[in-house]
Every structure is written in C-alpha cells, then in structure tokens.
DNA sequence: ACCGCGCGTTCGGCAATACCGAACCGCACT
DNA sequence: AGTGCGGTTCGGTATTGCCGAACGCGCGGT
C-alpha cells in the first residue's frame, strides 16, 4: 500500500477526536492530543471551517463538527446497498414482532447501526441510526463477530449490567454456540431489561456483511427468562429473506 | 481570512461529490468533474479509503462513501446545542398534534433537517434526519427565509407541484407575510396532499438559529384548504418554549 | 490595578511535501 | 487482435503547507 497525504489524515485524525465526546474542543487540547504545533492545527481548522465539517462557537472560539457532516452521513445511507435492500425487510419484521428493529455492521471494532425501526405504537423513541453498540454486548454484535472472517481484534470488554460477558473465553463459547445455532440472543447484557436477538445476513458470496435484529422489554420477550422462539423466527426469516435478496 | 489547505479542500470536494448521488463514481470520473489529474485524485481518494470516510467498490474500482461518516454524522447530532434543546418539545408537539413534528436549520441554501418525530401510531416512515429540504417550498424554510439576516441567496426556485411559489417577487410577499404573522404555511407546494405549519426558534440575542414545525396530509391539517388554527397555536407554542428555553 | 497565564490567531522562512504527467496493467467491447 | 477506457504506480520538481515564535486578548489570582 502507498503514501497518503499528511494533511487529510490530520484532518480526518481532528473530526474523530471531536466526535468522541459531546464537548467542543481548542486549538491547544487538539494539539496536545495529536502531537502537533497549534499553528499546523489552526491551517487545518481553518480549512474544515471554510468546506463546512467544523464550526466555530463565536463566543469561546472553539471547534466542533459541522452541519455538512450531518448530510454526508445521510447521504451514505442512500448509497449504502445493504440497507436500502434491507429497509422494507426491517419494516415487517418489527410489524410482525411489534418491536424495534435494527439493522448493523462491523465498524472499527464497534456495531455501527445503519437502520432502526421504532417499536410500533410507541414513537417516543430516539433514533440510533449511525451510533456505535459494543460488539460483546449486543447480540447485532456476537453475530457479526462469530461470522467475521478477519477475527476482529477484540477491544477490553466493558460490563455494561451485571450479565454482560466480560470474560474473553466465555464469549468465544458464547460466539461458538451463535455458530452452530446461526442466531444470537442477549439477555440484559446491555440495558437492565432489555433482551435483543439477531441473526446474520449474508451476501452472494456467503460472507456475512451484517446482521438484524429486534430488541425489546425482557417481559415481552424472554418472560421468566425464557425467550419465546417465535420472535426467533421472525428474526432468522427476515435475514434470510435480506440474504436471499442480497443473492439476487 | 487566510489561506487553507489544497488538499484538505479538494478531498472535501470528493466527499461532496460523492453525496450528490447514489451513483459511485470512479477516479476519472471525480477527474473530470473537478479539473485535476487522476495521479493526485487517486492520493488523495487512498487516503479518504485509509480513514474510511470513503470506501472502495472491490469488484468496479469505484468509489462511494464510507461509513465512518455515518458515525460522525450522528455525532454532530450530540453536539448541535439547538437540537438537544429541541428534542423533548419536539416529541411534545407531535404528541399534542398527533402529526409529525420536525425540526430545521439554513444550510448552504437549504434546510438541513436535524430533528425529526414520526407521526404518532404510524411508524412505517422513513427518517428524514439529514436530508435537505427547499427553503421555498417548505414551511420551515419559508420561516427560515423570512428570517434570514444574511439575505440567503436564493436559489432557482424549482416547482415541486402546482402549487409551488416559483416566481421570486410571490415569493418575497409570502416572506413578508411570514413575517408580519409570525408562522409560515405550506399548503400542498412540495408534494401534493401534504400541508406543513412552522415557526422560528431564537437564540438568546433574538437572531433566528432555527424552525420547527408539524406536517400531514391536507385532510386533517387543513380541510377544505383551511388550515385549522389550532395546529397554529401548537407549532408556535413549541416555538415560543424553546427560544424561552434557549435564552436561559 | 496589575501581572501572568492560557487561549486563538498571525506570519514568514525553509524544506519536506504532495502535486503532476506519463507510463503501466487489465478489462471489455469492437 | 486491437483499441480505448478503466484504476494504479512512480519519480522529479517546485509548490505547498508545515512549523515555531510572536501577537493580542480575556481571565483570574494576587
């Protein structure tokens, strides 16, 4: 692989950082973060400012993402193929299980989710649509890291309740059993209360590429901690249905 | 102002390029459309690849983008104060008025969407988070318009319907009508049978950083061509509570 | 009131940097 | 076979954007 160009790496290096967290960032804490002088920085700000990707609070002069990014972030989801194939797909199955349904994919160690369909009758729910679900604790996430070809480097695993699995053998088992069963379950590993099911969608090659599921109140779903297999169903169909229309 | 980056601009051209169709585009292409030698696209578009802000089609050789914009599209979501703000209000007034409540700001001569609430009982919409809608066949352009201290430069003002305001003069007397009444109204001018009510968010300075508004079929909204008053007084509630909100 | 620190910003010289154009390879269609 | 069009590679060149020091400002401690 070849040379890539300093600057738009630096560039790129600036709007992850201040995408990390909610605060705006300084010329100084970017330039302590990255490594570099604040006058290289401030060029680069200077930049990103002007084509839209960072602005400028007026007031304390610091930086923070920019509206364009907003739009290119939707603008990928219309180029995305998997969703625009999986999105009427995602629709029934949260119809036919009455919950909310996701769509995800493998992204730099993360599930990047890249559809959500709200529980029906019940629209007081925020959109996850381009938000990060921890691979080991999600069942999008056991799916796409027991089917992932490349063995994804795990990152430390991070208890989010009591039941997350946190131990890196237990969750080899764990993803050796999605393996045999083709589908994932996580039982208030993520959210006290909340169960989440999940299954692989694969391409005309046989490679998994992403995975659907649905997740719900652990009443509704797994009463007494058993989880109905019906919405198991409903879940393996749709990504099979995804599959085969991926096929095509 | 002073200088900026050649290459950081030019891989902000890509990337716009990129979003302003679902089609990929390969090297040559992006080479003739932006005037520059493949040799330097194909750097800068290795680099893009590297930071995943843009992603490379195995079988074609082309490029779309990445989904590493998705992610720090939404991030902008987290930090955009307006947005934040408005969330719970929003909910509130798709509540009240059983319709979809939305939420947008002026950008590069469209209105950017940043916040958008389904229609209560009905969640088979998509999201429109991000996308764009025109400032003068919408309700909340027509209030971000009306409001604009910069005087935006209009844009040919493209018919969507046949009820469209096309012409630039209609156009500035239903701006000044905006702003004698506080609301603006969209009556069937982007897609027919679809009505939409709006009115301005302030900041704490009194300048107009935003708009909210509802949006629903014609027989509810507005029944015989007449709007129902009510669903006046619900936007402009909204309105009014999140400028009081902002000024805190 | 003052001083000093930290902030964001400016500037100009230097050399490393990233442009550029031509050549390369593979494919598809003629 | 040939030809044109894809994406890719490469090395010389001078343009480019880095860098570090200096500036102006606002704030908080003294």
């Known amino acids: 692989m070849g040379e890539t160009i300093q600057s738009v790496e630096r560039a790129a290096a600036i709007l992850r950082l201040l995408a990390s967290g909610p605060r705006q960032l300084g010329v100084a804490e970017l330039a302590r973060a990255l490594g570099l002088p604040k006058g290289t920085l401030h060029g680069i700000l200077r930049t990103l400012v002007r084509v839209g990707f960072v602005e400028q609070d007026p007031a304390t002069g610091k930086y923070r993402l920019g509206a ?36 995800g994919t493998l992204h730099e160690g993360h599930v990047l989710v890249i559809h959500h369909v709200f529980r029906p009758d019940d629209s007081m729910q925020t959109l996850q649509v381009g938000t990060y679900l921890p691979t080991h604790a999600s069942a999008l996430g056991k799916v796409l ?53 999940a299954a692989p969608i694969k391409d005309s090659r046989g490679i998994v590429v992403g995975a659907i599921g649905i997740r719900g109140a652990v009443e509704r779903l797994a009463p007494e901690g ?23």
């Open 68 to 103: 364009t990014l907003l739009h290119l972030g939707s603008s990928y989801l219309d180029v995305n193929e998997l969703r625009t194939r999986a999105i009427n797909w995602a629709d029934a199955l949260a119809g036919r299980s009455r919950e909310s349904a996701w769509i």
């Open 145 to 197: 890291l027991a089917y992932d070809p490349y063995g994804e480097t795990l990152v430390p695993l991070q208890p989010h309740t009591k039941n997350t699995i946190a131990d890196p053998g237990l969750l080899e088992t764990e993803l050796e059993l999605v393996r045999t069963r083709g589908w994932a379950a996580e039982m208030e590993e993520l959210t006290e209360g909340e169960v989440a099911i």
């Open 226 to 248: 058993v989880l109905h297999m019906e919405f198991v169903s409903y879940v393996r169909d749709a990504a099979r249905a995804i599959t085969r229309d991926l096929a095509r």
